[in-house]
Structure formats: structure tokens, C-alpha cells
Nanobody, 118 residues
């Protein structure tokens, strides 16, 4: 079993910055892709940013130039640096991992709240 544990998040004013971290733990697993999704009240969950073990990245258009995702392959962690935050970035952010653990599985973290005040 693989567990994704998130940290970071909180309340920040518009224009501010936050950093989210996610650590994958378990044994005998191999990461293909990890990323961050978010879900605002009344909206569908959407991809924010993703990164492969080969450091290829993908960003939602709404966060390009403001958010940066990075991965530490040795520690099985990813970070999401969020700058120039806007009120519309307010959502619960979920860590996601496409991970091989005796088969390919999609894992999710518990979610962390990000609130941006105007």
C-alpha cells in the first residue's frame, strides 16, 4: 500500500505565495507521475500541475507562469510552489500519484485547503 501525505496550504492574501508538499510512502513502489489537482466548491476536480519521474511537467493554463511543480525522486516527494495567488485559486488541493505497486494504481492524498482572500 502506498500513502500520499500532503502538507502546506492555509490562508493567504491575494498576490501572496504558498508551498504545498506531498510525500509518497510505502515499500516496493515506483512512481510514474505525480501531480496536484484542486476542487473548488460546486466545481469539478481539475488538474493543476503534474510531473513525471523524468521531470516532464504539465500545467493548467490558469496557473502557468505562477505555479511551479518539482519532484525529488530520491525522497519520493513533490512540491508545488504557488506565487501570485488569486482568489480563484481557492480550493482543496489533492496530491495524486500514478504509481506501480504490484500493478499500476492511482493514489490520492487527503487534501489540503488553500484559501486566497481578496
Amino acid at each position: 500500500q502506498v500513502h500520499l501525505v500532503e502538507s502546506g496550504g492555509g490562508l493567504v492574501q491575494a498576490g501572496g505565495s504558498l508551498r504545498l508538499s506531498c510525500a509518497a510512502s510505502g515499500s516496493g513502489f515506483s512512481i510514474n507521475t505525480m501531480g496536484w489537482y484542486r476542487q473548488a466548491p460546486g466545481k469539478q476536480r481539475e488538474l493543476v500541475a503534474a510531473i513525471t519521474s523524468g521531470n516532464n511537467t504539465n500545467y493548467a493554463d490558469s496557473v502557468k507562469g505562477r505555479f511551479t511543480i518539482s519532484m525529488d525522486n530520491a525522497k519520493n516527494t513533490i512540491d508545488l510552489q504557488m506565487n501570485s495567488l488569486k482568489p480563484e485559486d481557492t480550493a482543496v488541493y489533492y496530491c495524486n500519484g500514478h504509481i506501480y505497486n504490484w500493478g499500476w494504481y492511482n493514489y490520492w492524498g487527503q487534501g489540503t485547503q488553500v484559501t486566497v482572500s481578496s
